[in-house]
């Protein structure tokens, strides 16, 4: 069992109950942080805009590291979207 999915049900399943299911598979933080998106530049090409949709990332002290599935919750297009706003820094 992975260590995201020690609280899961893993189904006992029965004659009268429901069939028995898998763990949910998830993948570990740390396979997450490792593929989180660094580079300013990658993440406005997933999201389809163009390189000067929001002007260079303004210096900080703080690195972006954006994990991947906060980047698909990102409207596409979309240089106004709240969730993108959050992680560039003007």
Known sequence: M???DAALPTGT?????P?????LALPSW???LRRAVR???????LLDLPPTALG???????????PRGFVA???KGDAHDQL??????F
């Open 2 to 4: 992975g260590t995201n």
């Open 13 to 17: 399943g029965s004659a009268t109950g």
């Open 19 to 23: 069939a028995p299911t898998k763990p």
């Open 30 to 32: 740390q396979d997450e």
């Open 39 to 45: 580079d300013p530049l990658e993440l406005l090409q």
């Open 56 to 66: 260079p990332p303004a210096g900080t002290a703080f690195p972006m590291l954006v």
């Open 73 to 75: 919750r990102m409207r």
């Open 84 to 89: 993108l706003r959050q992680v560039w820094q």
